[in-house]
């Protein structure tokens, strides 16, 4: 069998990572795993139940029950309902932070990543990847924009899916999950040793996806197809 490559990208809150990561995916036909709809995913879940996501023994209390599925065409099931919409309401984005912050629901959703990466070729996104759930991914890259940059990305996405949201929202919640996913004390969001750095405050969205293509055919030799 061919030798899998596995492409780690991490980096803070509305980096634009996952629009990358999805169509560096397309291109090079990897499997694309967005590991923050997971968090999201489950702090739905949490909040469905009428539990406080800030209460870390309520919210472990589901990690039995909560099943999460990321599907080929980006759906995110959770609990058998279809949740990529209410996973980006600012009521999920503004109390994720918590749930990612707690170590079981963390080892649990890790043990789903690495189970999903196994035997294939794929492109992961989070805040950990590089330095915990794929320590041995062939490419790592840490992707950073200014937070106005971030903040204004979230806010162009946020209006274009119809989903109510003012810019000095956005910039708080920004703020407030750089803090909070970089200074929780297990897996935090910091740059793998052996990342390369990539600062897309400056670059759209199709020079990004070429530097990562560049940087992925520097450090494996694939050959990128013509996109
Ligand atoms: O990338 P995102 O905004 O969809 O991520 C949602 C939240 O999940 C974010 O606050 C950080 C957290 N997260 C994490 O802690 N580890 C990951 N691997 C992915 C996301």
Redesign the pocket.
């Known amino acids: 069998m061919p030798k899998t490559i596995s492409v780690a990208i991490d980096g803070p809150?509305?980096a634009g990572?996952?629009t990358v990561a999805k169509r560096v995916a397309a291109i090079l036909n990897f499997t694309y795993i967005?590991?923050?709809?997971m968090?999201?995913a489950f702090t739905w879940a949490v909040m469905e139940r009428g539990l406080d996501p800030e209460d870390e023994k309520a919210s472990c209390s589901i990690i039995p029950e909560v099943t999460i599925d990321l599907l080929e065409d980006g759906r995110v099931i959770c609990c058998g309902q279809d949740v990529t919409r209410a996973i980006r309401e600012p009521l999920v984005?503004g109390n994720?932070?918590y749930i990612?912050s707690y170590k079981d629901i963390r080892l649990a959703l890790v043990d789903m990543q690495r189970a999903m990466a196994q035997s294939k070729s794929v492109v992961m996104?989070?805040?950990?990847?590089g330095t915990y759930?794929l320590p041995d991914a062939d490419v790592k890259i840490y992707q950073i924009a200014s937070v106005e940059t971030r903040a204004k990305r979230r806010y162009d996405e946020n209006v274009s899916k119809g989903i109510p949201t003012s810019m000095e929202d956005v910039i708080a919640d920004v703020r407030k999950?750089d803090y909070?996913?970089s200074h929780r004390a297990f897996a935090p969001?910091k740059p793998a040793e052996d990342s390369v750095p990539l600062d897309t405050s400056d670059l759209n969205i199709e020079e990004v996806v070429d530097a990562i293509l560049n940087i992925i055919h520097d450090k494996t030799g694939l050959e990128i197809p013509c996109h």
């Open positions: 809150a509305a990572k996952s967005d590991t923050g709809a968090y999201r984005s994720v932070s990612a996104d989070g805040r950990d990847i759930v999950r909070i996913d969001l």
